[in-house]
Nanobody, 124 residues
Framework: VQLQASGGGLVQAGDSLRLSCAVSGVTFSSYTLGWFRQAPGKEREFIAAISYNGENTYYSDSARGRFTISRDNAKNTAYLQMNSPKPEDTAVYYC??????????????????WGQGTQVTVSS
């Protein structure tokens, strides 16, 4: 199983950025997808999750209203649209996947699979 995150980089506060997570090795449409992040010196934190069929989403307080998680089951890819990012959003962002029955498990930070991270740096 591979989860390949991409799209990170340096962005100015207030600009937009979209992260992608390409998944292979599992039946993508049967998996809950999620995004987490880890800033230097801090624990990894949950950002957003989307159900296997895209009908349900869940966000952390820090992400709600600014970030949008989505998925394209035809492309086996999940996305995190980051609007109006702030310097405090600077972190390594990780995608994660869990079987459809383990939605809560993913949200609690225990997914079946982790991807490698992509660095997002927001300058002020």
């Amino acid at each position: 199983v591979q989860l390949q995150a991409s799209g990170g980089g340096l962005v100015q506060a207030g600009d937009s950025l979209r992260l992608s997570c390409a998944v292979s090795g599992v039946t993508f449409s049967s998996y809950t997808l999620g995004w987490f992040r880890q800033a230097p010196g801090k624990e990894r934190e949950f950002i957003a999750a989307i159900s296997y069929n895209g009908e349900n989403t869940y966000y952390s307080d820090s992400a709600r209203g600014r970030f949008t998680i989505s998925r394209d089951n035809a492309k086996n890819t999940a996305y995190l649209q980051m609007n109006s990012p702030k310097p405090e959003d600077t972190a390594v962002y990780y995608c994660a996947a869990s079987s459809y029955s383990a939605y809560d498990q993913l949200v609690r930070g225990h997914p079946n699979y982790w991807g490698q991270g992509t660095q997002v740096t927001v300058s002020s």
